[in-house]
């Protein structure tokens, strides 16, 4: 399935139906009175998170969305009837805004909760209502009031407690797939992971919800690459797995690690400030361990907050899992 994390939407809802002109017409009853009855309102147009929803998909091939007319009046005092609500469905994490105005009208996170973005139309009222002591046979009524249109912008960020970021291609699929059921595809070649992936990890009793992300490059924080994806599902995340390949050269994983570390600055500087683990991928491989004792040296990262894994052999794992238990419990949730 693509992963859809934008697009623009039109909603029209229900213009209100007309109030009806009638007089009563019974036998016997030759001068009757008004019995126009009011038009019924027209439906809204509502959005609602549904948690089995994850992406924005269904919005690349629809995007208009109208809600029904109210029913107009009748005679005999019958009323039109109300136009049902027109529901649409969003992930968790979506947030919106006005396209028009750029305002943001809600950040939408709670699966069931609601937005109305466009309300029905008012119907009118029928000319029974109009009638009065000094006017006792009416013949107007209102016409129903219309519905609202507008354009709506649905951008959709990510809810994961833990987000693992990186350059392409450092092992960040490959460890996910490990540490839950997760399965990103996995490959050995850049930008495999073009989507971010949730997976559940189940440690001590606890259950974490740990985002892949994709990869980023030198000049994220302007959109090169992935930039702009990456980081706008990072900002959601209460800490980070920072995870470096530690089968390469010392220099280039002091280098990988510096210009992640300067692009989360540039973008956001609260993003790099969020609790971070550094992870070494990849020890199964010759050399990596010396590599990873060497870069560390020169990243001056807290000691206690560095694990060496392989996905391969398991190494590290339990100890890793333990330190995202810790990582979790340092800061509350940032939206």
């Known amino acids: 399935m693509h992963f859809i994390d934008e697009a623009t939407v039109t909603v029209r809802s229900g213009d209100g139906g007309r109030g009806c002109v009638s007089f009563r017409r019974e036998k016997f009853v030759p001068r009757g009175g008004p019995d126009g009855g009011n038009g019924g309102n027209g439906g809204s147009v509502v959005l609602e998170v549904n948690a089995n929803c994850s992406t924005l998909l269904d919005f690349r091939y629809r995007n208009l969305f109208k809600a029904a007319r109210g029913e107009h009046g009748k005679g005999k005092n019958m009323h039109g009837k109300n136009a049902p609500d027109r529901r649409i469905f969003v992930p968790p994490g979506t947030i919106v805004t006005d396209a028009e105005t750029g305002e943001i009208l809600a950040d939408l996170t709670r699966p069931g ?11 009118g009222r029928g000319n029974s209502a109009f009638t009065s002591s000094v006017n006792q046979a009416p013949d107007r009524a209102e016409p129903g009031r219309p519905g609202r249109e507008r354009r709506l912008r649905l951008e959709l960020k990510l809810i994961a407690q833990v987000g693992l970021i990186g350059f392409p291609n450092a092992g960040k699929s490959t460890l996910l797939s490990h540490i839950s059921r997760a399965r990103p595809k996995i490959a050995d070649y850049p930008f495999t992971t073009l989507s971010p992936v949730l997976g559940v990890v189940t440690h001590r009793d606890e259950e974490i919800v740990v985002a892949d992300l994709p990869g980023l490059i030198e000049g994220a924080h302007r959109g090169a ?4 994806r990456f980081l706008k599902h990072a900002e959601r995340t209460e800490a980070l797995v920072h995870v470096v390949d530690a089968a390469q050269d010392p220099d280039r994983i002091v280098a990988a690690y510096r210009t992640i570390r300067t692009e989360m600055e540039k ?62 419990r340092r800061q509350p949730h940032v939206a």
Request: charged fraction near 20%.
């Open 113 to 123: 909760e609601t937005l109305r973005v466009a309300a029905g139309g008012r119907g």
């Open 225 to 228: 690459g992935l930039g702009h």
């Open 267 to 328: 973008f956001r500087p609260e993003l790099a400030a969020r609790p971070t683990l550094l992870v070494f991928t990849k020890m199964d491989l010759t050399g990596a361990r010396e590599n990873a004792k060497r870069a560390m040296a020169e990243i001056g990262h807290p000691a206690g907050d560095v694990h060496c894994v392989s996905a391969v052999t398991g190494e590290g794992i339990a100890p890793l899992l333990d330190g995202l238990l810790a990582l979790r």
